[in-house]
């Protein structure tokens, strides 16, 4: 069914009576929930490799490792640990609060928006979807109006899953979301940039919606002297070129020590041939997707563009061929600290290299910046390592790998301030769908506190005393 503005505060109510009554639901109808979406998933992979490959051009094996295996992989984890997250946690008392007893109840939050982008649009929707549904909500999903196949089987998937009462999809872009913005969600969880994170937020706080923004940024890689570069380059070129280079925590430059450039720069040319190069280019690669659309395209055009005015060199590829929104994997050297490249995020295939000759200097660069979603260190040096995890800020790090934390169910995901708020996946996507309410039960009768109350007396100011003094 395809939801019109004026219906949504009708759609929202029947999610709010819904929500109120799934807060009674046992665990088993949850985990019956995520069974039925898993085999859905299973039984549709086909319908969803089709469906990225129409939209970005993703190879089948990129569609199963990036799109259904982080969905079902989630699922299962979720459904393999449900029963302890969701179970009230017993908390020991303070010294103060000795004589009661407390747990922290998870409840669910109610009625959640979920807001995603084009870039994997099957998991994006889906994989929060699954931790809203595991902490007991409903959901409004609104997927990616520029990933419109991924979209519509989403929309087709929900339909035959769920009552929509239960979970929604409601299609479109600014508008549409701008109105479902105006309904009081008790969570919003957006993945989408850093501008129109800004937007989310400034809409939640109309109703003091609890919100999880997943953003994006530039995701620094450095490469030390101490690095092994061939593994190093295995490692990149994958991670960045993964999906048309269209990946949040995607490497977005690489910062190298001077003394291992030139290494580094063969290096990649040598590994995208060998992951990429088909008998007549790369263009006819089955292993490279596609630009999204023609607009990210052009963004991605001026920003080449404007690193050659500025005395960039091609080390490799810069091929565009619009009518097939193609754009080759391309490394960047020599480029200028203020190019378009090196100051936003680039969320294509452009890989500019940045040659430093003291960490401190590549840590300096990296500070200047807002705080990255993802940082990588390529080095065997565990000194060096030790100063960047100190002296860095960022929502994850991977050391001698890059993409892979993402996959990690028991880390959490997420950025800090410009590359997000809050945290996703596994047990840390739970906790953002629940109200973790705190409960504490006292015991009839005379209590430690009753010691406390008025009146004021004089052995009452001294028993105070003593507890500002020792507690
Ligand atoms: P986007 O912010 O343009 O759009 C995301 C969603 O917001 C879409 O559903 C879109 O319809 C909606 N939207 C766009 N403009 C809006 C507005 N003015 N008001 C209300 N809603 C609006 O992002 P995108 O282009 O779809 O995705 C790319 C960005 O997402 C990159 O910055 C990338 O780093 C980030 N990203 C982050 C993660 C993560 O997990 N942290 C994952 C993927 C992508």
């Given amino acids: 069914m395809s939801y019109r503005i004026e219906d949504y505060p009708a759609l929202f109510q029947l999610q709010q009576e819904k929500a109120l009554a799934l807060r009674q639901a046992p665990l088993q109808y949850r985990k019956k929930n995520l069974r039925r979406?898993?085999?859905?998933?299973?039984?549709?992979?086909?319908?969803i490799a089709a469906a990225v490959r129409q939209d970005l051009g993703k190879p089948a094996v990129e569609a199963d490792l990036s799109e259904v295996q982080p969905v079902t992989g989630e699922i299962k984890h979720t459904l393999a640990n449900l029963h302890r997250w969701a179970r009230p946690q017993k908390v020991a008392p303070t010294l103060l609060m000795v004589g009661t007893s407390a747990r922290v109840y998870y409840e669910p939050k109610g009625v959640c928006l979920i807001i995603a982008p084009w870039n994997f649009p099957f998991n994006l929707t889906v994989a929060p979807l699954v931790s809203a549904l595991a902490a007991g909500n409903t959901a409004i999903l609104k997927p990616s109006e520029r990933s419109p196949h991924t979209s519509a089987l989403i929309e087709k998937m929900v339909e035959e899953l769920f009552e929509p009462a239960e979970v929604a999809v409601v299609q479109g872009a600014v508008p549409e979301t701008q109105a479902l913005l105006d309904l009081p969600f008790d969570h919003i969880f957006f993945t989408g940039s850093p501008q129109v994170g800004k937007i989310i937020m400034?809409?939640?706080?109309?109703?003091?919606?609890?919100v999880t923004l997943e953003l994006g940024g530039k995701s620094p890689a450095i490469v030390d002297e101490t690095a092994h570069i061939k593994d190093a380059v295995k490692k990149l070129t994958w991670g960045k070129f993964l999906n048309c280079g269209q990946t949040c925590i995607a490497p977005d430059y690489v910062l190298v020590h001077a003394s291992k450039a030139q290494e580094l720069q063969q290096?990649?040319?040598?590994?995208?041939?060998?992951?990429?190069?088909?008998?007549?280019?790369?263009?006819?690669?089955?292993?490279?997707?596609?630009?999204?659309?023609?607009?990210?395209?052009?963004?991605?055009?001026?920003?080449?563009?404007?690193?050659?005015?500025?005395?960039?060199?091609?080390?490799?590829?810069?091929?565009?061929?619009?009518?097939?929104?193609?754009?080759?994997?391309?490394v960047l050297t020599e480029v200028k600290p203020d190019a378009q490249v090196l100051e936003e995020e680039i969320f294509g295939p452009l890989l500019p290299i940045v040659p430093y000759t003291n960490l401190d200097e590549a840590i300096g660069i990296i500070n200047s910046k807002p705080k990255p979603l993802a940082l990588?260190?390529?080095?065997?040096?565990?000194?060096?390592?030790?100063?960047?995890?100190?002296?860095?800020?960022?929502?994850?790090?991977a050391i001698n790998d890059n993409v892979l934390q993402y996959s990690h169910l028991n880390l959490p995901f997420g950025g800090i301030n410009?590359?997000?708020?809050?945290?996703?996946?596994?047990?840390?996507?739970?906790?953002?769908?629940?109200?973790?309410?705190?409960?504490?039960?006292?015991?009839?009768?005379?209590?430690?506190?009753?010691?406390?109350?008025?009146?004021?007396?004089?052995?009452?100011?001294?028993?105070?005393?003593?507890?500002?003094?020792?507690?």
Avoid: C
Wanted: charged share 25%.
């Fill in 37 to 47: 979406l898993l085999t859905w998933i299973y039984d549709h992979r086909a319908d």
């Fill in 202 to 210: 400034a809409a939640a706080a109309r109703h003091l919606s609890s």
């Fill in 267 to 330: 290096a990649l040319q040598e590994q995208v041939k060998e992951y990429y190069e088909a008998e007549d280019g790369i263009e006819r690669s089955a292993n490279y997707a596609r630009i999204i659309d023609a607009k990210h395209l052009a963004r991605l055009q001026t920003m080449l563009d404007d690193a050659l005015q500025g005395g960039a060199e091609v080390v490799l590829g810069g091929k565009v061929i619009e009518e097939d929104k193609f754009l080759a994997p391309t």
């Fill in 376 to 397: 990588y260190i390529f080095s065997r040096s565990k000194q060096n390592t030790r100063q960047i995890l100190r002296q860095t800020s960022s929502g994850s790090v």
């Fill in 418 to 471: 410009n590359s997000g708020l809050g945290k996703a996946h596994g047990h840390y996507g739970f906790l953002a769908f629940s109200n973790e309410k705190a409960v504490l039960k006292q015991r009839i009768g005379l209590t430690g506190i009753s010691l406390f109350y008025p009146p004021y007396t004089k052995w009452v100011q001294k028993m105070v005393e003593l507890v500002v003094r020792l507690f």
